[in-house]
Nanobody
Framework: QVQLVESGGGLVQAGGSLRLSCAAR????????MSWYRQAPGKRRDLVAL???????NYVDSVTGRFTISRDSAKNTVYLQMNSLKADDTAIYYC???????????????WGQGTQVTVSS
């Protein structure tokens, strides 16, 4: 059993900053990628940022230059530093992990429960 425990969401004014954290706990053999997704009301859940086990990162265009994803592999934790927040960033943010099985074969994914980010304009 795996748990992804998210924290750091909240209410912030436009132009402000927030830092999200997601800690993976439980029976973890190997984490391949960790990502942040977000879902605004009435919209689908979309990828925001991704980081691989080697540290490569990828961002959706709308957050490039404002958000930074990082990872502490020793703690199985991923962070999302969000700066210059806009009202359009308002959404529930979900942590996602893609993990390898104990046998080493690939892979399965796990989701966090989500954390609300609200940006007031």
């Amino acid at each position: 059993q795996v748990q992804l425990v998210e924290s750091g969401g909240g209410l912030v004014q436009a132009g402000g900053s927030l830092r999200l954290s997601c800690a993976a706990r439980g029976n973890i053999f190997s984490i391949k990628t960790m990502s942040w997704y977000r879902q605004a009301p009435g919209k689908r859940r979309d990828l925001v940022a991704l980081i691989t086990s080697s540290g490569s990162t990828n961002y959706v265009d709308s957050v490039t230059g404002r958000f930074t994803i990082s990872r502490d592999s020793a703690k199985n934790t991923v962070y999302l530093q969000m700066n210059s927040l806009k009202a359009d960033d308002t959404a529930i943010y979900y942590c996602n992990a893609v993990l390898a099985y104990e046998s080493g074969s690939c892979c399965y994914e796990w989701w966090g429960q989500g954390t609300q980010v609200t940006v007031s304009s």
